[in-house]
Each structure stands twice: as structure tokens, then as C-alpha cells.
């Protein structure tokens, strides 16, 4: 095994298991990205694309579900988020200038998984932007045997009179030299740290919600705020692309809450009806971050994927 270069891990806010390790990898296009790697488990191994904003030790908790159903766990900061190289005038605004970038992180994570020898079969699971990340995944590798979708962010639930203007916007901002500032009305800070959960989009579970918050609070450099304007440029091209490609040929579970108010319903029901082994699983009451909801609901989602992940 090649050396590799550790990397923090925030173990203090973290759900386990505990033999977590992260580690700097070094992409294609020289970006250090930070990686983790929970390798307990030996039925295969599932590479996790987080959503825009979050950070390896949000899915801690998702790893010890599945050590527990007996597979290992890759998760990684994606560019310009976590830990991994930001912005510099503003690292709380989260940019990538193309979405093939992100591509590459998922290379490195690839390649950390085989530095480590992790059990094979490898799977790919992405919740929001990290489906959309894992949906080109599949498209373009073949290094992966099945794979899992949490409100994938595959279209977005914009009014047709906001899209139009989002993409008008985002393509002048990134042609003119204005890429890395904020996208107007964006917000500036979109974790949960500093939001009631009254109100909130992303889970009904106080007890997640508040442990992301505490998560954000603990350790303020996880934070991040509103996408760049090449962001969404970036975002609605391969959102565009990615919809009018064909299913790879694997076998796909995609879960979908009935309180999904952040990515588009509409686009998910359209991907999974033409995916040929793909199934759509309607979450009833569950919403944008159905792998943040309650303790029941969680176990037995978990139950669902380790299922499908075995065939």
C-alpha cells in the first residue's frame, strides 16, 4: 500500500464506528481533497457522495449503519466544501467552476479505495448534489456494482420564470470574471447551524437536526454558505446533460421523500421510470435528508439499501 497523508477528522462530533480514518488525496487535476474511510465491514464497500454543503462527519452515522449490515464506507469532501480547498477571497461560499471536477474527487476517492484494499464489491451512493456527482459516476465507470440515490439532485425545484432567470444570471456572472461570488438571494449561511427547526427542509428529527447543528457549532470550518454563481451555472449544465443520457446498466435504488422540497420530484420520476433495473421508493413524511430522519425510519432505510446492495 502507498503512504498516504492523514487528514483531520472531527471525532468529537462524530456517530462512529471508530476506527475512522482520513486522509488527503491528491486529484487529477492537483486538488487535495479530504477523503475518510470507515473500513470495517467485509460484504463490499459503498463510496458516499455527500450534498452540497456537507462534510464527512455529517455521514458518520450512516457509516455505522452500514459497518453494521457489514460494508465498509468511503465518503467524501467534495471541492469547495468540508475541509477541501475553497474559494480564497471567501471560503463560505461554495464553488466549483464544472462538474467535471468533481468527477475527479470521485477518481481519488477510487483510488484511496483500492490503496486501502477495500472489499469488493464497490458500490456509489449520493444524496443530493452527490447525485447528481454519482449519477456521471455511473455513466462513465464501470467500477461500481450497484447503486443507491437519496433525493438526488437531478433537477430543482425552481419556478419556470426563476429558472430562466438562473440561467441567464449564472452563465453572465461566470463569463464576465464573477464565477466564485455569491449567488444573489442565495443566503449566506446554508447549514443548519444557525436556523430554528421549526420550518426546516432537511429532516423531522430534532435530535439529527440538532446534532448537525452541534456538528456546525463545534467546528465553525465546516460551515458553508451559499453556492457561487459558477455553481449553479455549473449545476444546471450537467443537470441538463445528465437528463437527456440513457441509465447506465445497473441495478438502482433511488429514495424519495413526500416532503422533498428542495430538488425536483418531477425529474426523479422521470430518470427511475426510463432506468431499465432501477427502483423508485416513495418515503411517506420524509424529507429532503430522509438518512437524517428518525431512529426507526433511519434503520430501516438502512435495511432497504444493504438489501439492494446485496442483490
Known sequence: MTALADAPYHADVAAGPPAARAFWATTADGVRIRVAAWTEGTTGTVL???GRTEYIEKYSDAARHLAARGFATVAIDFRGQGLSPRPHHDR??????????FQND???ALALCANLDLPRPWHILGHSMGGLIALRATMRLSAFERAVFS???WGLQVEPHRRAVAWGLSFLGSTFGFGERLTPNSGKVADPAGAPFEGNLLTRDAEMFAWMKRQIATHPDLALGGPSLGWLWAALREMHACARLPAPDLPA????????????????HVRMGSWPRGRLEILDGARHEALMEDAPLRADLYDRIAAHLRG
Not at 92 to 101: A, C, P, T, Y
Not at 253 to 268: K, N, W
Request: aromatic residues 2%; charged residues 20%; hydrophobic residues 45%.
Open 151 to 153: 433525493a438526488p439532485m
Open 253 to 268: 435504488l433511488t429514495l424519495l421523500g413526500t416532503e422533498e422540497a428542495i430538488v425536483s420530484p418531477d425529474a426523479i
Open 106 to 108: 470521485v477518481d481519488a
Open 48 to 50: 458516499l457522495c455527500p
Open 92 to 101: 463560505r461560499v461554495g464553488h466549483v467552476n464544472g462538474f467535471k471536477e
